[in-house]
């Protein structure tokens, strides 16, 4: 009879010193095959599997499209792919972003469920924002563990504490320290299989979805009811997913927000917004400017006052925006999309 035998873990900002730990403390003999997703940017290189082959006993590379599930072996999410639990083996996926991360945390989490049901241990250690949590619903819904890093222990509480407060039961909220030894302990727990455990149908489309199947691109029964936001990603109309208390966003092609990642992009689409507001003002101003001169030139002044006028309000206008954009006390936290990254993404939109 199997164990706790699938490990799924999440991470974000602070993640590598957390996973470098995690993996240092666990023996090599482990019945468990362990599966990572780290927040890296989509086209930069990741050196995780070799960071974590130096600090462990277990086997670490990077997950390749087809890998068997082994025992003992750390399969880490490759840059650029969402990393996907089928039986027995591992599937990477070009898939809509989630959280606006490919790789990201919550299709791992709910695929190895949709498969593997109680056999699930999903494990969120530190980072920001809330990637991993809709993730961890699907576990628990599906009999597996939940396994959360402790908010005050976590170098960054966001992920942690989005858990705790947003999925019922969570089984075990532990310091890093004593995370490996539970893992261990629970791998050697059998697990007995229910029967009458069926996969959600929420759970297979969104599944599906992230795979870019075709049938679920195509339901017209898609989770949730339409909502009057548009994906800042594409463009298309949102569907509104309430899970418990967790507000969740995802569109018809797939791309996949909760509420606070929703947000920090709706921040960056503001920001850019009022960059290009600067500019063109900016641009306003120096014509008019230059159109004034050449009024005067002509002894056209009244002409050249209203446009030495306009001028002045574009500026007025543009001081506005700069003031804005260069303010640091910021209220909405961006997300996070390298693991060298060491401090949250601020945004100050309060005087907008």
């Excluded at 960054?156 to 504490?161: A, L």
Aim: net charge negative.
């Amino acid at each position: 009879m199997a164990g706790h035998d699938i490990i799924v873990v999440g991470a974000s900002a602070g993640g590598v010193e957390a996973l470098t730990h995690l993996v240092k403390n666990l023996p090599a003999n482990i019945k468990a095959a362990i599966f990572i997703v780290l927040h890296v940017p989509a086209h930069g290189t990741s050196v995780l599997p070799r960071i974590l082959s130096r600090a462990g006993s277990l086997p670490v590379s990077h997950a390749q499209d087809g890998d068997a599930i082994v025992q003992g072996r750390i399969y880490v999410a490759p840059p650029n792919y969402h990393l996907l639990v089928k039986p027995g083996y591992l599937s990477l996926s070009r898939g809509a972003t989630e959280n606006s991360h490919r790789p990201a945390v919550d299709p791992l989490f709910r695929t190895a469920a949709r498969i593997y049901g109680r056999r699930v241990v999903g494990v969120i250690l530190t980072g920001v924002l809330d990637d991993g949590t809709a993730g961890l619903m699907a576990v628990k819904m599906r009999g597996g563990v939940a396994v959360v890093q402790h908010p005050d222990d976590a170098m960054y509480s966001g992920m942690p504490r989005s858990a705790i407060e947003n999925v019922d039961n969570i089984d075990y909220i532990l310091p890093l320290a004593d995370i490996p030894s539970t893992l261990v302990e629970l791998a050697e727990i059998p697990v007995e299989e229910e029967v009458n455990n069926s996969v959600p149908d929420e759970m297979e489309y969104e599944s599906d979805i992230v795979e870019l199947d075709m049938d679920a691109v195509e339901n017209g029964n898609r989770p949730g009811e339409p909502s009057s936001f548009s994906c800042p990603s594409c463009g298309g109309t949102l569907w509104e997913i309430q899970d418990g208390d967790l507000l969740r966003f995802r569109c018809r092609t797939g791309h996949a927000f909760s509420s606070e990642s929703l947000l920090a992009e709706q921040s960056d689409a503001l920001e850019d917004a009022l960059w290009s507001a600067l500019r063109a003002l900016e641009e306003k101003s120096s014509l008019a400017l230059r159109m004034a001169q050449l009024m005067r030139d002509r002894h056209y002044n009244l002409s050249a006052k209203r446009l030495e006028k306009d001028a002045h309000e574009a500026q007025k206008r543009a001081a506005v925006i700069r003031d804005v954009l260069s303010k640091k006390d910021g209220v909405v936290e961006g997300s996070f999309t390298s693991e060298s990254e060491s401090q949250p993404i601020i945004y100050d939109l309060d005087d907008l």
